[in-house]
């Protein structure tokens, strides 16, 4: 399989979440959330590491699944690897929801 295959897969895999969540299987949702991050993470490991845009993408899709499967040390995980894509000068703090400010380390 491909990165957009894995990758296609797992959108596949949080939309059949979203409708186990609207019908009240939380606890299917919360398996399929994870494996749709688990197949993100696949997707990531297949994209060319100069392709920094989509990793990152694909980075923030595993880190929004891991969150909604409610796991959050794989969140924070994939959170860093979203980081260290340095794709934005501004970026979210993966689970605080503060902003940094690249050009200036001190700031948190």
Do not use: C
Request: proline share 5%; glycine share 4%.
């Amino acid at each position: 399989m491909t990165w957009f295959d894995h990758h296609r897969r797992g959108r596949t895999l949080a939309a059949a979440a979203q409708s186990s969540q609207r019908r009240g299987d939380e606890a299917a949702a919360l398996r399929l959330y994870a494996q749709a991050a688990e197949e993100a993470e696949r997707a990531m490991a297949l994209v060319p590491r100069e392709k920094h845009v989509t990793r990152g993408v694909v980075a923030m899709s595993a880190a929004k699944w891991w969150r909604r499967a409610r796991r959050s040390e794989e969140a924070a995980r994939a959170s860093r690897l979203i980081e260290g894509a340095e794709l934005f000068p501004v970026t979210l703090s993966p689970l605080d929801g503060t902003t940094r400010n690249r050009a200036d380390p001190k700031r948190p």
